[in-house]
């Protein structure tokens, strides 16, 4: 069973930066996506950067030029460094790992960090 653990979240003024961090426990085989998505109030869960085992990343439109997403491959943490915040991207931000343990699918979400930005 893999764990999920999201840090670094807090409250900050618009225009600041926060570096989001995730770090993982347990065991898997094979990692296929690691992510972030984010939710806030009254809204649906979205994808805000994603990055995949090939190398590639994905950004929301929104977040696009803003946002980075990282990781250490050594270590298994994944990263979401968030420069020039809006208050729209106020939410509770979620780690996800999409992967396999042996022949099982891997689907783990951690409990996630909140972000708050004031105008």
């Known amino acids: 069973q893999l764990q999920l653990v999201e840090s670094g979240g807090g409250l900050v003024q618009a225009g600041g930066s926060l570096r989001l961090s995730c770090a993982t426990s347990?065991?898997?085989?094979?990692?296929?996506?690691m992510g972030w998505y984010r939710q806030a109030p009254g809204k649906q869960r979205e994808l805000v950067a994603e990055s995949s085992s090939d190398g590639s990343t994905n950004y929301a439109d929104s977040v696009k030029g803003r946002f980075t997403i990282s990781r250490d491959n050594a270590k298994y943490t994944l990263f979401l460094q968030m420069n020039s915040l809006k208050p729209e991207d106020t939410a509770v931000y979620y780690c996800?790992?999409?992967?396999?343990?042996?022949?099982?699918?891997?689907?783990?979400w951690g409990r996630g960090t909140l972000v708050t930005v004031s105008s």
């Open positions: 996800n790992v999409r992967g396999h343990y042996l022949a099982n699918p891997v689907d783990a």
């Open positions: 347990g065991v898997i085989s094979v990692i296929n996506t």
